[in-house]
Each structure stands twice: as structure tokens, then as C-alpha cells.
């Protein structure tokens, strides 16, 4: 619990699968919670629920959106078996009226990172990013939208200069946000940290040319690998914008150039 990401994600343990948790301040975008600090946090929740230790799919719909405060976190196991295991989860919170208001669901299946084979037969290929010392961080300009420089603070991203002609007025049109990932308090990825992960570059609808927020429909993560310690390597793209909706497609590979993570989210497109 030595990272603040650690601190931020626990649960406390209230009833069989039921489990208390504080949605920080810290990890907020526009004054809503990012959907990647959320995943995490249920997966957490599962992870404990569980027999398996790593998730391998988490599959999250956002029903509405999450503000810091208490929350509450309730699972279930769904199936279990010697090499997978598949539970839910929802986190709820409550609306100004003391209702319980039901944020986030999601349906994952876990197992053991380290029991699978070594055998990778792949095209994909790592995104071809600058050094790190080339790239551009929140600290080279002011936050993009008032209000999205909270969880700024807590991640090291690093986005290649190709990416971020949104930042200046001249966004290239081509759907794409590069860059290098790690945690701001210098914590190692793992499986649980790559949930995040997925959702913390800046949208692609920036390069778009549409800024503003961009709420997360449904987000689908694919854990494929353990990372190793080091800095990651993100890419993600949109290749159809339509009907006021958009997908993202993310990649993460590790510092030894193993894709450790893949995703797909839909996304409302910002309306201004």
C-alpha cells in the first residue's frame, strides 16, 4: 500500500462479497471518476472474491457516472473452475435523493497469469514511439479541458509529439494517442495496474478535433501478459466516428516489447 494507486483501489471487506470503498478525488476527469481507476478498483474487488489471482477479460458497462465518496462494491461468483473463474461486480453509490444508484457492472473471468504457456505466435508489433525524453507530458503545457489535471498528477505519461496537435489548435485528424505510461509514485505495472492503464491516455477524440469529455459506454480489457517492471508503451486509435459514438482500440506492451494488455471501449463523442 506503499502507491497512492494501492491506497486508492482498496477495499475493505464489509459482508461475503460485499465490500466498502472511497472513490478519491485524485483520479477524476471533469469532476468524474476515470473509467480505467474504476476497473481497476472492481477488479480489485474480484480479485479478492475469487480463487483465481489475475483477471484475464473484464468486460465493464458504465451505467452512470461516479463521483468521489463512499461507494459500495458487490459480487458474485458466477462459475468457478481449475484454471478460470468468473464472477461480477457493480459499485453503487447514493444519488441526493439517498437512493442507491448502481455506477458500474462488470463480468470478468480470472486465472493465473503465470501458468500459461510461452508460446507467441503474433504480427502485432510495438508502436514505434519516440524516447522518452522527446515525448510531451502535463507538464509542458496547460491541462487540455479546466478540471482534468487531477489525475494527470498521478500518472508519467509521456505522448508522442505526433499525437498532440489537438494541445496547440491543429489536431492531425487521424484518431491516434501514443505515448509511454507509468505511475507517477513510480509503482511497477501488474495485471491489476494495466485495467488502468487502458483508459489513461488522453481520448482520441482530441486529435479528432472534438474537445471535451468523452464518457466511456462499455470498455472491454484483455490482460494477455504479466507485465515486466519498466515504463509501457500505449497506442490507441479510432478508425470510425458516427452517430455521435466512437470505439478506441488500445495496445500495451511492456520494456520487453511483450503486448501485456488490449482494449476496447465505446465512447460518447464530446459534444462541443
Not at 133 to 151: R, Y
Not at 192 to 215: I, R
Not at 241 to 270: K, T, Y
Request: aromatic share 6%; charged share 20%; hydrophobic share 40%.
Amino acid at each position: 500500500m506503499d502507491s497512492e494507486f494501492d491506497r486508492d483501489t482498496a477495499v475493505t471487506l464489509r459482508a461475503p462479497g460485499v465490500y466498502d470503498a472511497e472513490l478519491s478525488p485524485g483520479w477524476t476527469i471533469i469532476h468524474a471518476v476515470n473509467g480505467g481507476y474504476l476497473l481497476a478498483l472492481l477488479g480489485r474487488a474480484l480479485g479478492e472474491a475469487l480463487p483465481h489471482p489475475d483477471p484475464f477479460v473484464v468486460s465493464a458497462h458504465y451505467l452512470t457516472p461516479s463521483v468521489p465518496g463512499p461507494a459500495v462494491v458487490r459480487t458474485e461468483t458466477v462459475r468457478t473452475g481449475r484454471t478460470l473463474s468468473t464472477g461480477q461486480a457493480s459499485l453503487f453509490q447514493y444519488g441526493e435523493d439517498g437512493t442507491e444508484v448502481e455506477r458500474i457492472r462488470i463480468l470478468a473471468t480470472y486465472g493465473d497469469l503465470d501458468a500459461l504457456p510461452d508460446d507467441v505466435r503474433t504480427s502485432a508489433k510495438p508502436p514505434a514511439i519516440p524516447p522518452r525524453e522527446h515525448c510531451l507530458g502535463p507538464a509542458d503545457g496547460e491541462p487540455p479541458i479546466p478540471g482534468s489535471a487531477a489525475i494527470s498528477e498521478r500518472l508519467d505519461i509521456g505522448l508522442d509529439p505526433a499525437t498532440v496537435g489537438w494541445a496547440v489548435g491543429a489536431p492531425s485528424g487521424n484518431g491516434e494517442m501514443r505515448g509511454w505510461f507509468g505511475l507517477a509514485d513510480g509503482r511497477e505495472p501488474d495485471p491489476l495496474s494495466l485495467l488502468l492503464t487502458v483508459d489513461a491516455l488522453p481520448p482520441t477524440a482530441f486529435e479528432l478535433g472534438l474537445m471535451g469529455w468523452t464518457p466511456t459506454v462499455e470498455l472491454t480489457a484483455h490482460i494477455r501478459r504479466r507485465p515486466e517492471p519498466g515504463p509501457l508503451r500505449v497506442a490507441v486509435t479510432t478508425r470510425n466516428l458516427a452517430g455521435g459514438f466512437l470505439e478506441q482500440d488500445a495496445e500495451v506492451w511492456d520494456s520487453a516489447d511483450r503486448l501485456v494488455a488490449q482494449s476496447r471501449q465505446l465512447n460518447r463523442a464530446p459534444r462541443g
